[in-house]
């Protein structure tokens, strides 16, 4: 059993190694400017596919093509995978104004109308960059039709954790409207 005197001698030390820290998310979907009419149907959204980096807690730089980097100073407070996937469906749901865009496995009695994939295939910074690439593929479950798209962003960032963070959000977004556009015209 931990005595009082161990436990308080402990506690500074445990302020010092976490305190360095701060933490990010990027599940906080942005409010968007203009909405698409509402359409009836149901959206579901796959799991978003991240890349092992993005697995770790501290935020991925890449020193080369080759080599990647951890900043201590900065940590997710979230697994990327799930807040990115909770953080597209939010958005869809306030860009159509609807409340029928729901996580894989839907659970739900009917199926979904459209289904989304995403598979992010680099999300880093690199230099003075954020680079994000990304497949998606839309499917049209009642037609059997599917529509797939590469999308490519760079957005400019400084090299603290909280600037890279700021850039990532910022690709984050345009990702998201591409994808809402996509599902606009395929309805």
Same mark, same amino acid.
């Given at each position: ?19 360095? +820290? ?10 968007? @400017?203009?909405?698409?009419? &509402?359409?009836? &149907? ?11 980096? $993005?697995?770790? @807690?501290?935020? %991925? ?5 080759? /080599?990647?980097?951890?900043? +201590? ?17 939010? =958005?869809?749901?306030?860009? =159509? ?5 729901? %996580? ?13 994939? $995403?598979?992010?295939? &680099? ?8 680079? $994000?690439?990304?497949?998606? @593929?839309?499917?049209?479950?009642? @037609?059997?039709?599917? *529509? ?10 400084? +090299?603290?954790?909280? +600037? ?5 959000? *910022? ?6 409207? /591409? ?9």
């Amino acid at each position: 059993m931990m005595t009082y005197k161990k436990l308080l001698w402990l506690l500074p030390l445990t302020l010092i190694f976490t305190g360095c +820290s701060k933490y990010y998310v990027l599940s906080t979907a942005s409010q968007p @400017r203009e909405y698409y009419p &509402r359409k009836q &149907r149901v959206i579901g959204v796959e799991k978003v596919v991240v890349p092992k980096y $993005l697995y770790k @807690r501290e935020i %991925a730089v890449a020193k080369s093509s080759s /080599e990647v980097d951890f900043l +201590s100073s900065g940590v997710w407070a979230e697994d990327l995978d799930q807040g990115l996937t909770q953080r597209l469906i939010a =958005f869809l749901q306030k860009k =159509f104004n609807q409340p029928n865009v729901y %996580a894989y496995p839907w659970g739900l009695d009917k199926n979904p109308t459209i289904k989304v994939k $995403l598979q992010i295939t &680099r999300f880093i910074a690199q230099d003075d960059n954020v680079y $994000l690439d990304a497949n998606v @593929r839309v499917v049209n479950m009642k @037609r059997h039709s599917q *529509k797939a798209r590469l999308f490519n962003i760079v957005v400019p960032t400084k +090299s603290d954790a909280q +600037s890279i963070v700021s850039a990532m959000d *910022k690709a984050f977004a345009k990702l998201e409207k /591409e994808i809402a556009k996509d599902l606009n015209v395929d309805s």
